[in-house]
């Protein structure tokens, strides 16, 4: 692959020590080789001139669905049950190799042009290897697994598992999967959330995950209809279950945790349990607020993800920092959650959750090479005099300042346009799988 030297960039490093200068950076191979206010540009094999434009580490989305973006539109105005119950359930059932891959290409291009290098994914029962073949071919870089459900009501038939098949495919796909293309590919166990799980599946997961050393990823209080249901059925509150039976450790990565009483915050953090936040499908959802600036000054790792298109509805991490600053301040006042910390939160904050603090998150070298180039010169981005970096980046940009996106030392987005994938093939073959898949439901 050789060296490729970004020159003259506002580096905005997101190190210990929040770093902010105009300067360059080499990448060789995969890493992150130098960063400084004047490296040679002798013996690279490429340079870009970065003058004017912030380069920033990619943004880190620690919970998303690629499975449910043909979804997109299709589910609006509904709780989470309902929600699953009416239509994302119906829809995964009728998903087939095809659709997942173009589900999952529609999803990455979204992903990428909008300057995310990493995501923790949720994949449906069925077809997952189509979900990764999507994630190999473009260059992205993920933490996926199929989604496990052996347990609840009104489930459609092709979504329900028996309980030994569920372990065993998620085993057949970690073999295949973790570790794929130096490890820019690794594999989580995804129960769905309590509701959908047997206790037998649950621990199944716990033992498998410490056997092959692996995450686990789950969503857990999202919403008050399912914590009831959980309470119901398994006698205690979601997180407080979910410790009774081992799960509660520092592999296991929580999507939303809105819900959550005293004990819950604390089972949380000393277990080294991770969280997720997504604001855009918390409130489209009308799922609640999660107690993000609590969370964060009990020192417990959060980061930001989309969630699901058809519970948002889009993937842009730029309207989930926006919105993750946002919903917080008429409550909290308006430092809670100022630029930084957001920013903080979409990149070291999901490595941190994934566990990958030493491999991406900040520029800084020896690192991977993921990484973002913004042109911030644009009508709704300036001025630019004295204004600072973090809250260009967080209250004023948008995935249209998106210019060139570097994921595992290769240019995935140059001059606005993805690389990796064949836009107008993943557009139509996009629309052609969802109307094969609503005339199944
Ligand atoms: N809880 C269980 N499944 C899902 C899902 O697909 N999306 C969201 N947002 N919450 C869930
Ligand atoms: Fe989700």
Redesign the pocket.
């Known amino acids: 692959m050789g060296t490729l030297l970004i020159q003259g960039a506002q580096i905005v490093t997101m190190n210990d020590k929040q770093n902010v200068f105009t300067g360059d950076l080499l990448i060789k191979d995969d890493r992150i080789v130098g960063i400084g206010e004047d490296l040679s540009s002798e013996g690279a094999d490429r340079v870009i001139d970065a003058r004017g434009k912030v380069l920033l580490p990619g943004f880190i989305q620690t919970h998303v669905?690629l499975c449910?973006t043909l979804f997109r539109g299709r589910a609006d105005d509904l709780e989470?049950l309902d929600w699953?119950q009416q239509r994302?359930w119906p829809l995964e059932a009728a998903h087939d190799e095809e659709s997942i891959y173009y589900s999952a290409m529609l999803g990455i291009g979204e992903l990428i042009s909008s300057g995310t290098t990493t995501l923790l994914d949720?994949e449906t029962v069925h077809h997952t290897d189509s979900a990764f073949h999507a994630i190999a071919e473009t260059g992205i870089r993920a933490v996926s697994g199929k989604v496990m459900m052996d347990h609840g009501i009104e489930v459609p038939a092709p979504l329900q598992e028996k309980t030994e098949r569920s372990l065993e495919e998620s085993v057949r796909l970690l073999e295949k999967w973790n570790g794929y293309d130096s490890g820019r590919i690794q594999y989580a166990f995804c129960p769905?959330?309590v509701?959908?799980c047997t206790e037998e599946l649950l621990i199944g997961v716990r033992d498998l995950s410490e056997q092959y050393q692996v995450r686990v990823h789950t969503?857990a209080s999202?919403n008050r209809g399912?914590i009831e249901v959980v309470e119901r059925e398994r006698g205690m509150r979601n997180i407080v279950y979910l410790d009774h039976i081992g799960l509660a450790k520092p592999n296991l990565i929580l999507?939303?945790c809105i819900w959550l009483d005293e004990q819950e915050k604390t089972i949380i953090r000393e277990r080294g349990v991770k969280m997720t936040h997504?604001p855009g499908?918390n409130l489209k959802?009308a799922s609640g607020i999660a107690e993000v600036p609590d969370m964060l000054s009990r020192h417990v790792p959060v980061g930001l993800g989309a969630?699901?298109a058809p519970?948002n509805n889009n993937l842009d991490m730029f309207q989930e920092m926006r919105l993750a600053a946002l919903i917080q301040k008429p409550i909290h006042g308006p430092t809670a959650m100022d630029a930084r910390t957001v920013l903080r939160m979409a990149t070291m904050g999901g490595a941190e959750v994934l566990g990958m603090e030493e491999e991406i998150g900040s520029l800084e070298v020896g690192k991977k090479a993921d990484l973002v180039l913004l042109d911030l010169y644009d009508f709704h981005t300036f001025p630019s005099h004295e204004v600072d970096v973090y809250s260009r980046i967080v209250y004023s940009a948008t995935r249209g300042n998106v210019d060139t996106v570097i994921i595992d030392g290769k240019i995935v987005m140059e001059n606005r346009v993805v690389r990796t994938l064949d836009r107008n093939i993943v557009l139509r073959e996009a629309d052609r799988s969802i109307a094969r898949l609503v005339k199944r439901v």
């Open positions: 669905h449910q989470l699953l994302i949720m769905r959330f509701v959908s969503h999202e399912e999507a939303h997504c499908s959802l969630d699901g519970c």
